[in-house]
């Protein structure tokens, strides 16, 4: 079995290159779409948002209003609050998930896509050195990562130069949030550079999967002899 941590700013391209491993046989997951889960109504954190947030966070059909929330964790300075509702029960999933995969497949490569890898105080006991075995940083520079952010949260939709100047701003507010990339990328064991194509960022991953694979059946044939 191979843990590893997949990273990098906001618009970097790192659920791209999620998705490229996901094609060679990795198991993706996506911490993101994990706490998008969690936020659900009936869910724990779900209760626990609405009761540190109030009604305002709260749509009519009883859904989250996620952009409601956004402005008050980002643009209102309670991330931190947001954090530490959302951050353990998204990473005490991840950890169940991997665990369900590795009980079947002993060689897995297992791969958690975050954006806040380093960042969250949240990790528990050994922070994210204990939950990875290695770490992959996806980077790219700031003005790429923003053209992506207003790309993708226009949905194609051609924007006025208001709209734009907006999302410009939110994007670069968000990035602000993140620790320093630099910084990120001296805890990691691989980089992907990602300022052109896809398949360019393509050829890095296909030329990084079979590295991951061998250390994954390393270590599930270090684990059967431990075993025997």
Request: overall charge negative; aromatic content about 6%; some cysteine.
């Amino acid at each position: 079995m191979l843990r590893v941590g997949l990273t990098g700013g906001l618009g970097s391209g790192k659920s791209t290159a999620a998705r490229m491993f996901a094609e060679h046989g990795a198991y993706v997951f996506s911490a993101d779409e994990i706490a998008r889960g969690l936020m659900e109504p009936g869910e724990d954190v779900y209760a626990a948002i609405v009761t540190q947030f109030g009604s305002a966070v709260v749509k009519q059909d009883g859904s989250l209003d996620r952009p409601a929330l956004a402005r008050l964790a980002f643009a209102g300075g309670r991330l931190e609050e947001l954090e530490a509702i959302v951050h353990p029960a998204t990473i005490a999933r991840q950890t169940e998930l991997i665990e369900e995969v590795v009980s079947r497949d002993r060689n897995a490569v297992t791969i958690v896509e975050s954006a806040l890898l380093f960042e969250t105080k949240h990790c528990g006991e050994g922070g994210w050195q204990k939950r990875f075995d290695r770490i992959i940083f996806v980077q790219a520079t700031e003005e790429r990562k923003i053209a992506r952010f207003i790309a993708r949260t226009s949905s194609g939709r051609t924007l006025s130069s208001e709209e734009r100047m907006a999302l410009e701003a939110d994007g670069r507010q968000r990035l602000a949030q993140q620790a320093d990339g630099g910084r990120n990328a001296a805890h990691c064991d691989y980089q992907l550079t990602n300022d052109g194509s896809p398949d360019q960022l393509r050829v890095q991953v296909d030329a990084l999967w079979p590295e991951l694979e061998r250390l994954a059946r390393d270590s599930g044939a270090a684990e059967a002899r431990y075993n025997s």
